[in-house]
């Protein structure tokens, strides 16, 4: 599978986040609008699979054709760049800033909405043939999520809100491992496999990903969902983004970095040191 070891992929994660940083406005928005639309398409179809089949493992288990194929095509997720880019400013790039950090993120989440709530709109248009007859099952268990991961969530109050924070960051330990493994290999297929692995685990487990629900959540709204827009910010998109941060970041961005390159460079400079 061309396997690269840890120390050659993390130092392409820390040059993937500086070429990210200094990516141009127009890229950077082209390239998240295009991952959160193909991001929404493969929701759908593994919504769709789940429904029609019964079995929300097979769903699962096919949704990271989508991942696969927007990471493939160089696009960007919010969740991939909340790990990447401050590992550049952590290593000290040069012309990496933290206002060049938060104009990325800034940048891709827009990027990301736009193409999610696009492909929302096309798919509620579909479903409904120009929202004239009703959605049908998968209409329906779409905005079913919309609800019971909104108002669901409410019910609890700050244990709900605290909730959906640790989902945000067990989604993106998981995620953030998948955008690694794109980086892993340098063949095809081995890149495939170590990203389908993590990213199914995230879907089948329920896990929240600020991404995928940009699209769920705006599409429950326009298919009959009983929540707002409010709800949905306060009570999904908000914390969710706040944990995906968090877990990408801490479980697998830093733990990376500073055990293969911070620690992993010193440890083969002593070793290869020649005796006075």
């Known amino acids: 599978m061309s396997y690269l070891v840890p120390s050659e992929f993390v ?5 993937a986040g500086e070429s990210k940083i200094h990516m141009s406005t127009r890229d950077t928005l082209i390239r998240s609008f295009m991952a959160g639309a193909i991001l929404a398409l493969a929701a759908v179809f593994a919504i769709t699979v789940a ?28 969740t991939g760049v909340f790990m990447l880019t401050p590992l550049a400013w952590l290593d000290k790039r040069p012309g990496v800033t933290t206002n060049g950090i938060l104009r990325n993120w800034g940048l891709v989440f827009v990027g990301n909405f736009a193409g999610a709530l696009t492909v929302a709109f096309m798919m509620a248009f579909v479903l409904t043939y120009g929202f004239n007859i009703d959605p049908g099952a998968v209409g329906e268990k779409i905005a079913g999520v919309g609800e019971s991961r909104t108002l669901g969530y409410a019910e609890y109050g700050a244990a709900g809100w605290f909730t959906i924070f640790l989902r945000g960051m067990l989604c993106n330990w998981m995620v953030s491992m998948g955008v690694v493994g794109a980086m892993i290999s340098t ?33 429950g709204i326009i298919l009959g969902g009983s929540f707002s827009v409010m709800d949905y910010l306060i009570w999904n998109e908000i914390p969710t983004v706040l944990g995906n941060l968090v877990g990408g970041l801490a479980f697998t961005g830093l ?19 020649v005796p006075a």
């Not at 130092?11 to 040059?15: I, L, N, P, S």
């Not at 429904?51 to 997720?77: I, K």
């Not at 993590?198 to 699209?215: A, D, R, W």
């Not at 990376?256 to 400079?269: P, V």
């Open 51 to 78: 429904v029609e089949t019964g079995s929300f493992l097979l769903g699962s288990v096919l949704f990271p054709v989508g991942f696969c194929m927007l990471y493939l095509m160089g696009f960007d997720l919010l």
């Open 255 to 273: 733990t990376l970095y500073t055990t293969h390159i911070r620690t992993g460079a010193k440890r083969a400079s002593a070793t290869t040191r």
């Open 187 to 219: 063949s095809v297929s081995g890149k495939v496999i170590a990203m389908w692995m993590p990213i199914m685990l995230f879907f089948f487990m329920g896990f929240e990903h600020s991404v995928v629900n940009m699209f769920l959540f705006p599409s």
């Open 11 to 15: 130092t392409k994660m820390v040059d």
